[in-house]
């Protein structure tokens, strides 16, 4: 009996912690972005932003294909940002990692209104500290999207840095945080 009750509390101790560990990385979803300015004559804009992001792998749907072998992982992130004269933005990332260093994947940037900008995204791993942190950067090449994004196109590049994992809440998961600078150019392609 006295077990079962330790047991418990010990379960509702760490239920408490997760809590406050998601909230902690809640409250870490902070954002610095600069304003959007005129790139070109075709109506363009330079868009520069930072997101904050929450990962996991490997994720419940696999991203990676069935010729990615086994030395992949599929990973996906979710986060916010702001980008001022595109507004607040969620981004999505579902992507594979291949052995390690290159990713490969598809990205959205969903407005809070509902509309979306959509694209590939590829990038590299860098190497991990001591601690766990580790760079990597790459390029999202925006091929299209919804409602105000409809036809977009356009070329960002990213550099981002993920922190430490974790144990994820589900049996052999992992999770962790990761903070991108995102910039680059967005053009109304042909409507």
Request: glycine letters at 16%; a positive charge; hydrophobic letters at 35%.
């Amino acid at each position: 009996m006295i077990d079962g009750i330790k047991g418990k509390i010990a379960q509702s101790k760490m239920l408490k912690q997760r809590r406050r560990s998601l909230a902690a990385m809640l409250v870490a979803l902070s954002v610095v972005v600069s304003a959007p300015t005129p790139a070109h004559g075709d109506g363009g804009v330079n868009i520069e932003g930072t997101f904050s992001v929450v990962y996991a792998y490997p994720s419940a749907v696999n991203y990676c294909g069935d010729g990615a072998g086994e030395n992949s992982v599929s990973i996906q992130a979710q986060g916010l940002g702001n980008i001022p004269g595109l507004g607040a933005m969620f981004l999505d990332v579902k992507k594979c990692l291949i052995d390690w260093t290159t990713y490969s994947g598809t990205f959205t940037m969903s407005a809070g209104n509902g509309h979306v900008l959509r694209g590939t995204y590829e990038g590299t791993q860098g190497p991990y500290n001591e601690n766990g942190f580790s760079p990597f950067g790459g390029v999202m090449k925006v091929t299209g999207g919804t409602g105000r994004f409809r036809n977009m196109t356009g070329r960002l590049t990213f550099e981002a840095v993920s922190g430490p994992d974790a144990v994820g809440a589900i049996a052999s998961t992992f999770n962790g945080t990761a903070f991108y600078r995102v910039r680059g150019t967005v053009s109304p392609g042909n409507r």
